[in-house]
């Protein structure tokens, strides 16, 4: 048994593949395939039996009848409290982000701006990035959500553009739900806002050296990368929380100066 009880540790790895094939392709996954793609060390009947047990237990869904399942909000809930592994950002990725940040900085681009669209283009999901206090957001990344499956009805586009037209309002309900400096992941109808609630959200506040109050959110998919776009939102603030003030970033950007970054 896994340490809460709720389900074995047989099931916790499958619930584990479940999730990482849904969120590279958004199909339903079958017991079949599970079984072939990830080499699991069982049979075939006891996939299909545990993957109904998931089902009956509100961890997985079966959106079709002749369909596989995908994860449900809980199986989601449950992976990101219990089975997800810390995943480093590679080095690639924290190169691009110091160098970039730091040559905006040069420059006194608005640093909010310039988070919420390098963000936005590693995470591949929607970023809002600002200064509380000053209730001045910038948003990026909308034509990510545009492309995904599960963005692809009117309703979606209409309700998260209502969102971002209120997001003053809406910033105040997220913060109510956070406390202190933590990166906080709400899935599906754990959003406080209600016309995202068919997406996850991520959200990190955070406090500069002028005492002032950012905050970054990421919005995406249930089927986002959690671990991934959380390493990237928490090195990312620790970069605007010390406002660039670092001297390995003034050598990097100068042996680097040359190089072209998104």
Known sequence: MTKDGLITDRQGKILTAVIKEY???ANPVASG???EKFNL???SATVRNEMSLLEKKGFLEKPHVSAGRIPSDKGYRYFIDNLMEERKISADY??????ELLKQKAKNARMERTTAKLLSSMSKCLVISGIVS???????????LLKSSEFS???DFSKMAAALDLIDENIDKILAKIEGNETKVFIGKENPIKEIQNFSMMVSPYRMENGERGLVALIGPKRMKYSKNKNLIDYVKKIIARGGKNKSLAVLLAAN??????
């Open 33 to 35: 395939f599970l079984i």
């Open 134 to 144: 000053k209730q001045e957001y910038f948003d990026f990344g909308m034509h990510n």
């Open 257 to 262: 100066s040359l190089i072209l970054v998104i």
């Open 153 to 155: 009805q009117l309703d």
């Open 41 to 43: 060390p069982f049979s």
């Open 23 to 25: 969120t590279e392709t």
């Open 94 to 99: 924290v190169k691009k982000l110091e160098i």
